[in-house]
């Protein structure tokens, strides 16, 4: 049963780049409708147990637990917005490695606020970094679009690490529930926001367009991330957190076998780099200090 629960939460999240790439790609849907419509259902689903359970949870919110939510939403908000986009202009399995970097990010956020990690945790930063330059690089000579969107991936992976070390102090005191519906509505607000200021349309899709949006929420959204909030009660966070690592590898499996995604050699090697260092970091990470459970999880 925890292997299929495993593979469910695998499959959801590595379904997320291709299935945002497709809708994105076969319909009018923006991005930022992608972004907004995500998080507004998964607020309204999650605040539905909460209510009918224990109604009273919102009201007790602190304003130092709204602080953190609004922080980690508006973290959210603008990882999202870099990420859809990142996927519009370069390869599905780079924008996913590039931003799945977050566990790096959160590593290097931690040693700017004076945080001593083991070795490990450097060496796997420094070989995960190499892999973004290549991947960088081999988009460098392709083209300039390809290479915005690898920078836009990159700053998604930042935004999505600030995301759940925002998280990680809101569940030191919340319950799930109360946390998730707050954080996926604020960030739903912000979105709309900036939906209004790009005039990016959140409305008027086709069936097509709706059907997509309402996959990449189910599978991304809800089966995904609801998976790896149920392993994390059965499993350790290292386990978990390596096998959230297969969105890597899984998301560039889906994006050939669906998409005809065929990627220069060069990237394939980069994606080996990065996998491999993320391993080291979060191995190295879950010795040393330990993380909130919400920080363990990914973003997409």
């Given at each position: 049963m925890t292997f299929l629960i495993a593979a469910i939460g695998v499959l959801g999240v590595a379904s997320s780049g291709p299935l945002i790439a497709a809708t994105l790609g076969g319909t009018a849907v923006t991005a930022l409708a992608i972004a907004f419509w995500r998080n507004a259902i998964a607020s309204a689903l999650m605040a539905a147990p909460v209510l009918?359970?224990?109604?009273g949870s919102f009201r007790r919110v602190t304003r130092s637990e709204l602080r953190w939510c609004a922080i980690?939403?508006?973290a959210l908000a603008f990882h999202f917005a870099c990420f859809i986009t990142a996927l519009q202009l370069t390869s599905v399995a780079a924008a996913t490695a590039l931003v799945c970097l977050q566990s790096a990010w959160i590593a290097v956020f931690q040693l700017l606020r004076g945080t001593k990690h083991r070795w490990p945790v450097l060496v796997g930063l420094g070989i995960a970094f190499c892999g973004v330059l290549a991947i960088t690089g081999v988009d460098m000579g392709s083209s300039h679009e390809a290479m915005l969107g690898d920078l836009l991936a990159v700053a998604g992976g930042a935004l999505a690490g600030m995301y759940?070390?925002?998280g990680g102090r809101a569940r030191q005191t919340m319950t799930t529930g109360t946390y998730t519906t707050l954080?996926?509505?604020l960030c739903a607000a912000v979105v709309a926001v900036l939906a209004l200021l790009t005039g990016q349309r959140l409305v008027g899709f086709d069936a097509a367009g709706w059907a997509g949006i309402f996959a990449i929420t189910l599978a991304a959204q809800l089966l995904g991330h609801t998976a790896f909030n149920y392993l994390l009660a059965t499993m350790s966070p290292l386990v978990v957190s390596m096998i959230i690592l297969l969105e890597i590898p899984g998301a560039a499996?889906?994006?050939?076998?669906f998409l005809g995604e065929v990627l220069p050699a060069g990237?394939?090697?980069a994606l080996i780099l990065i996998l491999g260092g993320l391993a080291v970091?979060?191995?190295?990470q879950r010795r040393g200090k330990?993380?909130?459970p919400i920080a363990e999880l990914g973003a997409d």
């Open positions: 009918i359970k224990n109604p980690a939403a508006v759940t070390l925002a954080c996926y509505g499996i889906l994006a050939a076998i990237i394939y090697l970091v979060v191995a190295g330990k993380i909130p």
